[in-house]
């Protein structure tokens, strides 16, 4: 394949960003151009939810110094929304202008959800998904505000955190049994329910949203769908994100359905040249033998390192298992792998109780993924055991060296 002279990415987070940069490691000499709306330098997510709503620092972690772009060549055009892709044509439609492209690589991200009940349109109902969005929320975590969460996944959580620092009396709810119980299941989700409520916050399980009340056109709490009121100063709505595929739809490039841009295991889309990476991208896995989307920061970066070989020619698979991370009060942790909590089985290493334990997800004996929470040695053996799926007899899992087990 030819080598291309004009490489666009469109998205500044930290995916497009990510390739941009890899683009040059890999050598790449032609035009890079980098495209987004937002008027921000290409950030991080991560810290919106723990570090800048904790109150240590007002910045993210910025992608790239902000001399790099001139340093390596890379045109970045913020403030600048891209419209249309005309695959035929290789040109895209951004903020007016025309560009061609011999290569393109969509990384436009996720948006945060919204719930369709009464009220929805009230201006004061927040969600978190930008820089500003989270400075502005920040401010509001202040002392014996009602601060009331719509979500208790990793964001609701860790913003829960961050609002009992601050003395906010927190509120969170969600439809699921517990928190986080879509990913971690019964047993591990109850340990982040008992967390957070041995801390201060009230928790409406099991229970969803009716709609949103209000006066003089401000929303000023929920009403839940058995009846119960809950009053808000601060309105947080996290319920998840969507996959912004509009670009990608309207070129009609293959959709997943409601689940993001089709892309082969080269992170290639239906459409010569066009690539898609992070949030976006329903990548098959060739290990895992699925189609997955990963919304979660390392695989943003990953993919978008990696991406940058393909755009040279280089076909590569990308093959690394999922990876995330939280940090909530005094508990971290990292994930790693996709596990099905209500089919697989659940053995935990350590102490449960104590907050300091492996969690591990088996199916039909191979480890599917590993979750170790204020533990921090064995990252290592439990990537390997992950990515190899490994077959360990629980027991071992329990008490062995892990580092031993892929041997
Ligand atoms: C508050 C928060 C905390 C998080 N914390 C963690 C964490 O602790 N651990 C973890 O693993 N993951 C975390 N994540 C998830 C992780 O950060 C994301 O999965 C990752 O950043 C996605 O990167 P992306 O580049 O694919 O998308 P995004 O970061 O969404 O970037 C896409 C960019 O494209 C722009 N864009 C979209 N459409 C257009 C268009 N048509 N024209 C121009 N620009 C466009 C958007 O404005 C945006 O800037 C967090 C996410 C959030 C919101």
Redesign the pocket.
Known sequence: MAEPRRIVI???????ASAAGALREQGFEGDVLL????RHRPY???A???GIMLGDTDDPDWVHDESFYAEKNVELRLR???TAVHVGDRTIDVGGATEPWDRLVL????TPRRLRVPGADYPNIRR??RLDDARDLRAELTEGKRVVIIGAG??GCEVAAAARKHGAAVTVIDPLPLPLHRVLGDTVGAVFRKMHETEGVTFHLGVGVAEYTGADGIATGVRLEDGTEVPGDVLLLAVGARP?TE?AHEAGLALSEGAGVDVDATLRTSAPDVYAV???AAHFHPRLGQRIRV??????KDQGAHVAKNLLGAGEPYTASPY???DQYDLGMEFRGLADPFADELVVRGDLEGREFIAFWLRDGAVQAAMNVNMWDDGDALQALVDARARVEPAKLVDADLASLMG
């Open positions: 469109v998205g500044t987070g930290l995916a497009g495209i987004g709306e937002q991080e997510l991560p919106l939810s723990k600048t929304k891209a990384a436009t991200g996720s978190l998904r990793w964001i912004r670009l992070g949030d976006i919304e979660h920061w390392a695989n943003a995330f991370f939280s």
